[in-house]
């Protein structure tokens, strides 16, 4: 997230920045559903569901939609990034990047060495 993304930056900030939020996000580590998260964190079903929604939107967690053998669905919500880097660029505006969990180990690599190319 660069420049024009500063919607996105700000849904991530907000994200982070809200406890509620920031511990659902340790939570999802395996997919679980609302209810699930609801209860392990102590927080109204009502609430967990609009701080997923926030946290989805700032793309750190993923929706995922299973369907049962009795022909039900089932949405789970699992953590979608392993990490967040912020810096500040030369032009005192920020630079959001979210790591995620999709990332193979080389595309990882080839992110840091990209970064790394744009620091020299």
């Known amino acids: 997230m660069r420049g024009d993304d500063s919607t996105d930056e700000q849904a991530v900030f907000e994200a982070l920045a ?6 659902i996000l340790a939570t999802v580590a395996e997919p679980l559903p609302a209810k699930a998260v609801a209860q ?17 939107e700032a793309g750190l967690v993923a929706e995922q939609t299973d369907v049962r053998p009795d022909g039900h669905h089932r ?12 810096a500040l660029d030369g032009d005192d505006a920020f630079d959001v990047e979210v790591v995620s969990a999709q990332q193979s180990p080389d595309e990882r690599l080839a992110r840091l060495w990209a970064r790394v190319s744009e620091e020299l």
Do not use: A, H, I, M
């Open 18 to 23: 809200d406890p509620d939020c920031r511990e």
């Open 75 to 86: 949405t789970t919500y699992v953590r979608d990034c392993n990490g967040v880097f912020v």
């Open 40 to 56: 392990q964190c102590d927080l109204p079903q009502t609430s967990t569901y609009r701080k997923l929604e926030q946290l989805s």
